[in-house]
């Protein structure tokens, strides 16, 4: 089955660098798995607006563990084959380990063979550091997945899976909840990925690097997500023209980059409208350029670079959440339902548990603090000492023990 994605999937992209999207929807597997049946109710549903009563069949079966992962990554070496990037893969095993190396199989990062294909020739000893390495990414994934994450979802579940019965301020905690859901639990994901595969000595590509600092939505998408963004950029928006291209064009390319992603993410329109948004948050910002810049000059704000920036941040994230609404409601009509509430409707009654809320906001500001000063070196030498590192170790494992929510959550990009 896997090799069958592989070389219908694949072809049909290649073709799509100089042509079009999906040129050949039949031979497309990924396409019939994941999308017949979202293409075939969205042509039904508007066929019946004009009085018909069309009805179409709908397939249920189970989706291969992983398709949307590992497809891309077995289309990204077609590609580059196709491409003389590099030479055709010759070891039928090792290529299999490429397109199915477990830990990174199911929910990335989409690696490229130009990376993870000549690790598997090269020899891997023990390594006492790189092993240790491995491990602590591995138990800061845990802490954000178990700790942070699935605890976190119990108030997002609460709220958008009845957004009727609350307020405004409920849905903005929820919604703010969410962001830092999803983060913890997709980077805490890729966190015991990358360790895992650390330990074993393959070093697999940074996937997230402090999304909600970003200045601007394009500098999201350089830290979200990085293996699909890139992936993204290099064999479909490249293809189209990239920002060669005049304006018009470019913001078409934009747009169809965005709309596609959001369909790679979930045969929703609710995922059609997140990626739109997005595009449409590129056009707005590339055509207001100018504009924003001119304004800032003005009134004074170049003049405190701190504060411009951390205006930008927070403009961005709120810009990133409102995006997050729509990713994560249940249907299209709860996510209006929930923009109109949160920007019409203003109640500020707190209407959720208080506790929860302030102890999961302390864990919120101590991961966000922790990425802040890692890289900083009195930080690292007050660590050095074993005791203290030991005790930071045995602390964290005891609080995932103890505060970890282990009702069986599954990761959230397990869907797509």
């Not at 891997?124 to 979802?153: I, P």
């Amino acid at each position: 089955l896997s090799s069958n994605i592989f070389i219908c999937a694949s072809r049909s992209f290649v073709s799509f660098s100089n042509i079009s999207l999906f040129s050949s929807p039949k031979r497309s597997i990924l396409f019939f798995f994941k999308y017949f049946n979202f293409f075939s109710d969205s042509f039904v549903l508007f066929i019946n607006r004009f009085s018909l009563n069309l009805s179409a069949p709908e397939l249920h079966f189970l989706l291969p563990v992983g398709i949307s992962f590992y497809t891309f990554q077995s289309m990204s070496y077609a590609i580059d084959v196709y491409r003389g990037r590099l030479p055709a893969e010759k070891h039928f095993g090792i290529y299999s380990v490429y397109v199915a190396y477990f830990p990174q199989l199911v929910a990335g990062p989409i690696e490229r063979a130009t990376n993870l294909l000549p690790q598997f020739y090269a020899k891997h000893l023990f390594v006492y550091d790189r092993v240790v390495s491995g491990l602590r990414q591995m138990l800061l994934g845990f802490t954000k997945k178990v700790l942070l994450a699935d605890n976190l979802a119990t108030i997002v579940n609460m709220v958008y899976n009845n957004p009727h019965e609350y307020n405004s301020l409920g849905l903005i905690i929820a919604t703010i909840f969410f962001a830092f859901q999803i983060y913890f639990d997709f980077s805490g994901y890729s966190d015991i990925a990358i360790g895992a595969s650390r330990i074993m000595g393959i070093e697999l590509m940074q996937n997230f690097n402090n999304p909600y600092r970003s200045k601007s939505v394009a500098e999201f998408w350089t830290r979200w997500h990085i293996s699909l963004s890139t992936w993204f950029k290099d064999y479909l928006y490249i293809p189209l023209g990239g920002n060669r291209v005049a304006i018009p064009r470019w913001c078409l390319n934009i747009m169809i980059v965005f709309v596609v992603s959001g369909l790679w993410h979930g045969a929703s329109w609710t995922f059609v409208v997140w990626g739109g948004l997005h595009g449409l948050y590129m056009v707005v910002a590339r055509i207001s350029e100018r504009a924003r810049a001119l304004t800032a000059q003005k009134i004074g704000l170049t003049n405190f670079p701190r504060i411009h920036n951390a205006f930008k941040i927070a403009i961005t994230f709120i810009l990133v959440n409102i995006g997050w609404i729509f990713f994560r409601a249940n249907n299209i009509d709860d996510a209006f339902y929930i923009v109109k509430k949160i920007f019409l409707d203003f109640d500020f009654a707190f209407t959720l548990p208080r506790f929860q809320i302030v102890v999961f906001s302390l864990f919120i500001f101590l991961i966000e603090l922790y990425y802040l000063l890692e890289n900083k070196e009195q930080v690292s030498r007050f660590f050095q000492p074993t005791v203290l590192r030991w005790s930071l170790y045995v602390i964290t494992i005891l609080m995932i023990l103890f505060f970890g929510d282990f009702s069986n959550n599954k990761f959230l990009y397990f869907q797509f």
